[in-house]
């Protein structure tokens, strides 16, 4: 496995590797990895004679009063753990290589990102629509994969890449949870020990909504009704939001008809966590 | 030669073109040429082994109040012109091809793209990059060529080219002119002919700017008076910029320090034109 962090270099190794006819796979991660990225870094190494893994805390995807320099990091782990499934290149570049003096371009997924977390982090996706432009500029990827935990991220790379005609295939791949049903996430570090049973009302009512759904409900009020007392009937818990939307506009719907997410921010402690999960009336 | 429409043909051309290994160069234009355009395919002919031109009149990079519906079209002729220069592929998508239902997304160039035609074409610059970007994704070339004519619209490319990570070599080519001096432009066919002698004082300005600089002058503001008054001398002529600033940042300049470039807009009847020269001292 090689490590490399720069721009150009990664650009030859690309470019080689499509003379020969491989297939190049992206995991773009900022790193700290749990089972979820994991996850993802198999199902691409299936699909890819190349895996490529980067990691870069992204500064411009954090707001001002957001955890940039708090977020956890640890590459020698990480690097460990990518070689462990079978990653050959961890691209790793620093700010100033992604971010070179006079730097001053954007790229803005307009409506996708307005909804859910686009709400209150304003900024956010567009950084993350900017830094994946760059990422696959960069490694020239054939697929990259994207973890359906961040619906919303993945729905507006989907977007990104029709939009600006990228031929790169985006693929989701599904949330990993822990055993008590906790979605993995690397801001789960966040959350104290007294506080992993409140965190647990996140996971529990996509249970509640999927029963409704399975037994006939279509509303998402009724749906939304029901997960809000659940989440509300924990002390530590605060709303941040809950809806149910297009899985594809990610605008809100108010019955689902074929399919709808639902998706729900919880601020519990230090920790903001999000949680979804596709309802889908007729399996 | 091939007429292409269709994105994933381009795509998969381009794929084949880079797996045999050859060189890809792109020429993007609005069409309607004239030797200008045919001077910056005969550069690209030179360095390629695949010529792509693209047509494509992009209505994002008009303002409300511009001249969509009224821009020269000629797409039989500039065909044959492409053919007759060695281009291989001329790509001519449709608006739908290129702006499908749902689309949503935008680049912006926020700090090249604010002076001289940014002033009065607020989304103009943002229209250009983001059709380039795609024009890119979708011809995969290894260069580009851009007029020097539109220089801001070329430092707005280099800039993007840098930002974003695009591994395109950006190419900047002279301007050419009529052999009274008028730089060529399709907006040129918008020049009545008892407005023709007027519209030389572009190009006359910039020579009396020269000439200054040769003769020791730096001041910025000595050089834009003589300019100005130049072509306040003309009854029908009515400035919208004159500016000189830097080739790169394109911000205003006091004194030519290296070099400075500059850049003239004006009004003239129904046409709006624009030119341009780099003034260097040590020259």
């Not at 940039?68 to 690097?79: G, I, S």
């Not at 500029?137 to 989907?158: R, S, W, Y």
């Not at 990610?250 to 309802?279: M, Q, T």
Request: hydrophobic residues 40%.
């Amino acid at each position: 496995m090689r490590i490399v962090s720069n721009i150009r270099r990664m650009w030859r190794i690309a470019d080689e590797a499509r003379a020969a006819g491989k297939r190049i796979g992206l995991v773009p991660t900022m790193g700290y990895f749990h089972e979820g990225h994991l996850s993802l870094m198999r199902t691409a190494r299936k699909e890819c004679d190349l895996l490529v893994v980067s990691i870069f805390v992204n500064p411009t995807q954090f707001g001002p009063d957001e955890d940039l320099a708090a977020y956890p990091r640890d590459v020698e782990r990480d690097c460990r753990d990518a070689e462990a499934v079978g990653a050959d290149i961890v691209f790793i570049p620093t700010a100033d290589e992604i971010y070179p003096a006079g730097y001053q371009t954007d790229v803005t997924v307009n409506k996708v990102t307005r909804n859910l977390c686009g709400v209150d982090r304003p900024v956010h996706f567009r950084g993350v629509a900017t830094v994946v432009t760059k990422l696959f500029n960069i490694v020239k990827p054939h697929m990259a994969i994207f973890g359906e935990k961040d619906f919303q991220q993945l729905a507006t790379i989907k977007r990104l890449a029709k939009d600006l005609s990228f031929d790169v295939e985006i693929v989701g791949g599904p949330t990993i949870r822990e055993t008590d049903g906790l979605a993995m996430s690397s801001r789960n570090a966040y959350i104290r020990p007294e506080e992993r049973e409140t965190a647990l009302c996140l996971s529990r009512s996509l249970a509640i909504a999927k029963e409704m759904v399975d037994t006939g409900e279509r509303r998402s009020e009724r749906i939304l009704q029901a997960v809000r007392s659940h989440i509300e009937s924990k002390e530590q818990a605060e709303i941040d939001y809950i809806k149910i939307c297009s899985t594809e506009t990610i605008e809100d719907i108010e019955e689902i008809d074929g399919e709808g997410l639902l998706a729900i921010a919880v601020k519990i402690g230090k920790a903001r966590l999000i949680d979804n999960c596709v309802l889908r009336p007729e399996n």
